[in-house]
């Protein structure tokens, strides 16, 4: 997960929520202003909360069970029925001034916490003032941390003075030499409770809380004071205390904290206080501000969208903290799930629709997305409709172009993966480094670099073709003093703005990196080895009615429809003599006519080899990038790298700052950094010696209960990929469920269908566009691995059923 220390505001968006807000900011100012008030006795704020608490609506799908640990009482929030995936707790601690509140008047709040994160949730009953006054709560806390961090690792949360309190705990387990909370999240925190603090300045839209009522429950917290210092400590001495108001604490030391508030409340100062205070102290924290949002807003997630988004961005905050304090630790799964790209996500929804609900997704990367988390660089766009690039079930209406961004793409699934509630079983930042079957308990077992290990009878493997990036194979590469990219690797604090930039390559991904790149830079050098098909990119913006068209199923899924329609209309253009071809030619060269209309430099990027055997590139800003008089295109092939430069054949030596390799992925050793062994110990690597293949794409031989998703030849020129990934996830589900129905122990295709099926593939291929060019589709033996030959539906219909005769169950 990409923590950053960053202090980010979110306008909330959409009329319904702003109807919903409108509603409860009345509602809250109404029944709770009121109340919460020096006026009104502790007891009696205490029933009125808890009476007010029973209508919280609460999500389906949790259990609520009392229990005490540490000797402190309270409740676990689990998700019903589903083992968790992760080690990890989150203990909770509520607000309520610490005079009020208790885990039932939160739990509409913790219930969601644990399904975003698919965490177990201890929330903690503490003893409340003015009956137990400082430290009581304190010690409450400590000892329920205490017992739980021998369970693995724990985030410390709490809102208002339970977020005071998490920051509290936090800098005694630092004090006391403990075991450290993998994060903090707080939300609303009060962490300065003296009179200075900053809670005499309330801000016009709080709905609920008074500075008078917040000194009064402070003063109660602090308690008498010890006889003994009575004369000269007046309880405002005590307030200051930073045990008391942890702001005024040394911070340093702390884990990665993340704070949120809204601007309509008293303690949004603390926040931002505290964010700051935080940072000066070394520690990585991330505040978030959501504008016109009130105290603990969080607490109305499930009819509030802006609450469940701040609840979503926390549990996305956590993943990646609690993944790198996790000890290693074994587990059993009914399926393992490698990767969290757009396939292992579509996989996980398939088995949870199937009702297979115990697997787990090891994801290497910091965060989910898979290419689309690894691709960051500028210009990163899909160039397939966005429509056709959301799944079938969960269309998007919310792109903001037709061909959406990388960073539009990740939020897609990540908001896919939230609302299928999938965080709680993706483990990020676990690498998977061997898969070895074991015949004689029918299971796969799993060993991670952590040391980690896992096993289940089923592996699925959506790793994706375009993991590896591939650095080119250039003398002196490694020789490069200046900074290095490869544009799979993207580092966003390099700074190329008055530098000069040289990229290799001319590919789907340089093509998009170019004109942004020639925007920043001093000069820029492009290196082309191989003159690329371009086509003019049909890019719109959506409109507003558009994206509120987009919210009717029925106009979304005819806009898909027909976009499939399109694009599938686009495959005849990989057939010599079609109308479809003659078309695409012509666009493509009216296209570079229209773009370039120097001569010369039109020569140099026409391409000598046929429309669609290298990916056909769709950009309407790479042929006027090379109008610009700081873009170079250099066609003169690379003889090496030199410590500050690039020397072409010609003796030409361009000093260049940054060297930029878009120089694609290693698809000919898919999978390679995983050792995958299957029956009798062998390697997938040894199967594969000639390269990859598999039946349909997603078994191989000897491999029982391994399903590769957008395994060899399954790659698409033309559509989108999705509409194989969804396929290929139902043929994988049906092949699992004919081995738990028959009470099998492993399924396995046959290596006589596999041969047949590679050969037939194979056959079409060599005659095809595919096989006249040097392209990431074909391995140097000349064999195309990464391409389907034909029609989708072809595909799709191919995978509507597994034939079982080509398999053997056993
Ligand atoms: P790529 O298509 O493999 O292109 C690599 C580029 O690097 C080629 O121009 C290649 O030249 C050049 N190159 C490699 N080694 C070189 C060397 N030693 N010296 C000089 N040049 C060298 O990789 P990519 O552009 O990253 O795209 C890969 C795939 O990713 C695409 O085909 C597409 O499927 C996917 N992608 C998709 C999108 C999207 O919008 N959906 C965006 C980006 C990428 P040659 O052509 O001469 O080999």
Redesign the pocket.
């Known amino acids: 997960m990409r923590v950053g220390s960053a202090l980010e505001i979110y306008e909330p968006s959409g009329i319904a929520d702003g109807l919903v807000a409108w509603i409860l900011r009345r509602a809250l100012r109404l029944l709770l202003r009121p109340v919460f008030s020096p006026k009104r006795s502790i007891p009696f704020q205490r029933r009125w909360l808890h009476a007010l608490t029973r209508f919280a609506p609460l999500p389906r799908g949790i259990e609520v069970v009392r229990d005490s640990v540490g000797e402190v009482p309270g409740e676990w929030l689990r998700q019903r029925g589903v083992a968790p995936a992760k080690a990890g707790v989150l203990l909770y601690l509520h607000g309520g001034a610490y005079c009020l509140g208790s885990p039932a008047t939160h739990r509409a709040l913790t219930a969601r916490l644990a399904l975003a994160t698919g965490l177990p949730v201890f929330a903690a009953d503490y003893r409340l003032a003015p009956e137990h006054p400082f430290p009581a709560a304190l010690n409450d806390a400590l000892g329920t941390y205490r017992a739980l961090q021998t369970q693995g690792p724990v985030v410390l949360a709490g809102d208002s003075a339970g977020g005071g309190l998490a920051l509290s705990v936090a800098l005694a387990i630092r004090d006391a030499h403990l075991p450290p909370p993998a994060a903090l999240y707080l939300i609303s925190p009060w962490v300065d409770l003296s009179p200075e603090g900053g809670v005499a300045r309330v801000p016009r839209g709080e709905v609920m809380l008074s500075a008078p009522w917040a000194g009064d429950c402070a003063r109660h917290y602090a308690g008498p004071a010890p006889a003994e210092t009575a004369i000269i400590d007046s309880g405002q001495n005590r307030l200051e205390q930073p045990e008391i108001s942890p702001l005024r604490a040394r911070l340093g030391g702390l884990p990665p904290t993340l704070i949120q508030a809204g601007t309509d409340e008293m303690l949004y100062g603390q926040a931002t206080e505290l964010h700051a205070a935080l940072q000066a102290a070394g520690v990585v924290a991330r505040c978030e501000i959501t504008a016109h949002r009130w105290h603990v807003f969080q607490m109305h997630g499930g009819i509030l969208r802006s609450a469940d988004e701040a609840i979503g961005r926390s549990a996305r905050f956590l993943m990646g903290p609690i993944a790198a304090a996790a000890t290693p630790a074994h587990s059993h799964h009914a399926v393992v799930i490698l990767g969290a790209g757009m396939s292992g996500l579509c996989m996980a929804i398939g088995l949870q629709r199937a009702g297979i609900r115990d697997f787990v997704i090891l994801e290497q990367q910091d965060g989910l997305g898979g290419t689309w988390w690894d ?1 960051t660089y500028p210009g ?5 409709p966005a429509p056709l690039y959301s799944f079938s079930f969960e269309a998007n209406p919310d792109w903001s172009d037709r061909f959406a961004s990388a960073s539009e793409i990740q939020a897609y699934m990540q908001k896919v993966a939230e609302r299928y509630r999938l965080l709680g079983r993706i483990r990020l930042a676990t690498r998977i480094t061997a898969a070895d079957f074991d015949a004689s308990t029918a299971r796969w077992h799993f060993t991670t670099a952590r040391g980690d290990t896992f096993e289940a009878p089923f592996f699925v493997c959506s790793a994706g073709p ?1 993991n590896q990036p ?1 650095w ?3 003398p002196g590469l490694q020789d490069f003093q200046g900074t290095r990219l490869h ?2 690797r993207w580092d966003s604090s390099c700074n190329l703005a008055a530098r000069r930039v040289a990229v ?7 093509c ?1 990196l170019v004109a942004p790149l020639a925007r920043e830079a001093r000069q820029l050098y492009v ?4 003159a ?1 098909w371009v086509m003019p990119r049909l890019d719109r913006r959506y409109t507003a009615l558009d994206r509120l068209l987009a919210k009717f199923p029925p106009y979304a899924a005819l806009v898909r429809w027909i976009w499939m329609q399109t694009l599938e209309l686009m495959r005849r253009g990989f057939d010599e003599g079609t109308w479809v071809r003659r078309g695409l030619l012509t666009l493509a060269a009216s296209h570079l006519k229209r773009q370039v209309p120097q001569a010369s430099l039109r020569a140099k990027l026409t391409p000598n080899y046929p429309l669609g055997c ?2 056909i590139i769709y950009s309407n800003d790479f042929f006027p990038s090379f109008s610009l008089p700081n873009v170079e295109l250099v066609t003169e092939p ?1 003889e090496r790298i030199t410590a500050y430069g690039i020397v072409t054949a010609d003796g030409c030596d361009r000093p260049i700052d940054v060297l930029v390799c ?4 290693d698809v000919g050793h898919m999978l390679s950094s995983v050792r995958v062994r299957g029956l009798q110990g062998r390697s997938l690597r040894e199967a594969w010696n000639q390269g990859p293949e598999a039946y349909h794409g997603i078994s191989v031989p000897g491999f029982p209960n391994l399903f590769l998703l957008l395994g060899p030849n399954t ?1 698409t020129g033309h559509t989108s990929t999705l509409l194989f990934i969804e396929a290929q996830v139902r043929y994988a589900i049906a092949c699992i469920r004919a081995v738990r129905s028959g009470h099998h122990r492993w399924i396995d295709v046959r290596a006589q269908a596999f041969r047949e099926h590679n050969d037939r593939l194979q056959t079409r291929l060599s005659g095809s566009v595919w096989s006249h060019c ?3 589709y074909r391995l140097e033996n000349g064999r195309v691995i990464a391409l389907f030959p034909g029609y989708t539906r072809e595909y799709v219909r191919a995978l509507h059923r597994p034939n079982l005769g080509d398999f053997e169950l056993v």
């Open positions: 691709n990163a766009h899909v160039d397939v375009l591939r080119p194979d250039i544009s799979a290799i390559g001319t590919g789907s991904t340089a998009q290196f082309q080895r191989t690329n290298k990916r690379i878009a120089t694609g992925f790659g040097r392209s990431w």
